[in-house]
Nanobody, 119 residues
Framework: QVQLVESGGGLVQPGGSLTLSCEAS????????MGWFRQAPDNQREMVARINDGGTVLYAPSVEGRFTISVDTAMNTVWLQMNNLKPEDTDVYYCNAIVFMSNSYQNIWGQGTQVTVSS
């Protein structure tokens, strides 16, 4: 079983920056993509940024130019650098990984980390 451990959330003022990190608990499974999603209460979980093992990166239009996703070479750890944060970025952020195990691709989620943007 693979677990994702997130860190880096917190409270920041508008215009500030935060970096989220997420590390997979095991390195002996193939991870083909990692990303970050966010979800507010009563809202759907939405994709923020995603990167695959081919280096293709996707961003939500609302964060394009402000957030940067990156991974280590082993694709075990993913970071989300968030700059120029806005109050509407306030959400619980979830790390996600697509892991190939037990002869199938499985969607793995972290426990979530709260990001609050407020003055």
């Amino acid at each position: 079983q693979v677990q994702l451990v997130e860190s880096g959330g917190g409270l920041v003022q508008p215009g500030g920056s935060l970096t989220l990190s997420c590390e997979a608990s095991r390195s002996d499974f193939l991870i083909t993509a990692m990303g970050w999603f966010r979800q507010a209460p009563d809202n759907q979980r939405e994709m923020v940024a995603r990167i695959n093992d081919g280096g293709t990166v996707l961003y939500a239009p609302s964060v394009e130019g402000r957030f940067t996703i990156s991974v280590d070479t082993a694709m075990n750890t993913v970071w989300l650098q968030m700059n120029n944060l806005k109050p509407e970025d306030t959400d619980v952020y979830y790390c996600n990984a697509i892991v190939f195990m037990s002869n199938s691709y499985q969607n793995i989620w972290g426990q979530g980390t709260q990001v609050t943007v407020s003055s």
